[in-house]
């Protein structure tokens, strides 16, 4: 009888657990899909023929893969996606609805949600593995990639189709955000280096095992860190973090 009310104690707080989880989950998705709206309010900046602007969205995306991983990093960048083309005015301008597919950003719009799932693999992965310089140069070659393998291609397709320009035209006029582009991801890094140290489970997957160890109870063994629970999106991220603190 014993066995069997510990078995169902254990069942129960583990139930207790999970939806704890996921309900933090949802708060976590929640609350970036308001801060990529948020970013996306302040003013634009068209440049380009297609006129374009120029906008700190792709900043925010960044961090939501970042900082959450692919999945979570992703549902919220879709939330706020959807939200805007059911007519909410949180994408650049103050616009919303389904008619900005007919715009010269849809492109870029589209691939929002693709550019915060490839942000959030490689964080989950890069975490894993490294630490100091070396996870903030992998961090911020992997969002930088996504960015240009994903948002940048999207986008040029999207100029060349809705505003009617020859795809080399729409290409050399996609150069002009590369700069700015490169500017927010290395913001985005930094913040969310940041974050993971104030917060080293905010990667982990909620629901799992609760004793994932950390870069700091590790101790010297380091190539432990690498190894990481079954559990975990990413452990030892705040002894990673520290260390690129340091740099």
């Not at 691939?111 to 100091?132: D, E, K, N, Q």
């Amino acid at each position: 009888m014993s066995h069997a009310h510990t078995g169902s104690t254990t069942s129960a707080r583990g139930s207790r657990r999970n939806s704890a989880g996921r309900a933090g989950d949802i708060a976590l998705i929640a609350v970036f899909a308001a801060l990529l709206a948020a970013f996306a309010i302040m003013p634009p900046v068209p440049v380009g023929p297609a006129g374009v602007p120029i906008t700190l969205q792709t900043f925010a995306i960044a961090l939501c893969g970042l900082v959450l991983g692919p999945w979570r990093g992703g549902a919220a960048v879709l939330l706020y996606v959807v939200l805007g083309l059911l007519g909410l005015p949180i994408f650049s301008g103050m616009s919303g609805g389904i008619g900005v597919l007919a715009g010269p950003s849809a492109g870029y719009i589209t691939s929002f949600t693709l550019y915060a799932l490839a942000a959030g693999f490689v964080a989950r992965w890069a975490i894993r593995r490294f630490r100091g310089t070396k996870l903030w140069v992998a961090l911020f070659l992997g969002a930088l990639g996504s960015s240009l393998l994903l948002n940048h291609p999207l986008g040029i397709l999207g100029m060349s189709i809705n505003a009617d320009l020859p795809l080399g035209v729409a290409a050399v006029a996609d150069l002009v955000y590369w700069p700015g582009d490169i500017i927010k991801n290395v913001l985005a890094v930094s913040v969310a280096i940041l974050i993971h140290r104030a917060f080293p489970d905010v990667l982990r997957r909620r629901g799992g095992p609760t004793s994932v160890p950390s870069a700091r109870t590790a101790g010297a063994g380091s190539a432990s860190v690498g190894s990481g629970s079954a559990g975990s999106e990413g452990t030892g991220v705040e002894g990673a973090a520290e260390g690129t603190a340091a740099q």
